[in-house]
């Protein structure tokens, strides 16, 4: 094993850097409730109400003036908000992408499954209609079994008949 600087190679360090771990699933619900607030008309409303007391402030108010005309502090307040602004906004709009690919996923799953589920139920009608097709229906019975009774009546009442000419015949002599 070689040392460097009395460091063996095969042992990693024990130098460990401080990390700042945050739960994505967090940050992206409280950022998608930025973006949902940031694009309601009560936001507009409030924004538009601190501008235009902020300009009339610094316009009107002679000895408290922060911010004079070009509004400088003003404008870099807006930077900052839209610095911030839109990438909460694209976070939530790939978190709703993102919910979206998962239901259209489910959608086709269970379309799949419908479909499937509708080509068993169509073959299994057919095997009904097949099968019920096959069977013997009541009026087919009954005329079958009528000729039947037909045939032996016409057997028995011949028979009938010929045993009553052979007692005919020998009743006569």
């Known amino acids: 094993m070689s ?4 460091r063996k190679l095969d042992i990693p360090s024990t130098r460990r850097t401080i990390s700042f771990n945050l739960d994505s699933d967090i940050v992206g619900m409280y950022s998608e409730r930025v973006a949902r607030f940031l694009g309601t008309g009560r936001y507009l409303l409030i924004q538009t109400v601190i501008v235009v007391v902020w300009i009339a402030l610094n316009l009107v108010a002679v000895t408290i003036r922060w911010d004079p005309y070009p509004f400088i502090l003003l404008n870099l ?11 909460l906004i694209l976070l939530a709009q790939n978190r709703q992408e993102n919910r979206d690919r998962v239901a259209l996923e489910e959608d086709r799953m269970r379309s799949a499954q419908t479909k499937a589920d509708t080509e ?3 073959r299994e009608l057919a095997a009904v209609r097949l099968a ?5 229906t009541r009026d087919y019975l009954r005329k079958e079994l009528d000729e039947l009774l037909d045939e032996l009546t016409e057997r028995f009442g011949a028979r009938d008949q010929a045993s009553d000419d052979a007692d005919g015949v020998e009743k006569s002599r």
Request: charged residues 15%.
């Open 3 to 6: 040392e460097r600087g009395g």
């Open 77 to 87: 307040a807006f930077s900052t908000q839209a610095a911030y602004a839109a990438p």
């Open 120 to 122: 068993f139920l169509a």
């Open 132 to 136: 019920v097709g096959d069977t013997v």
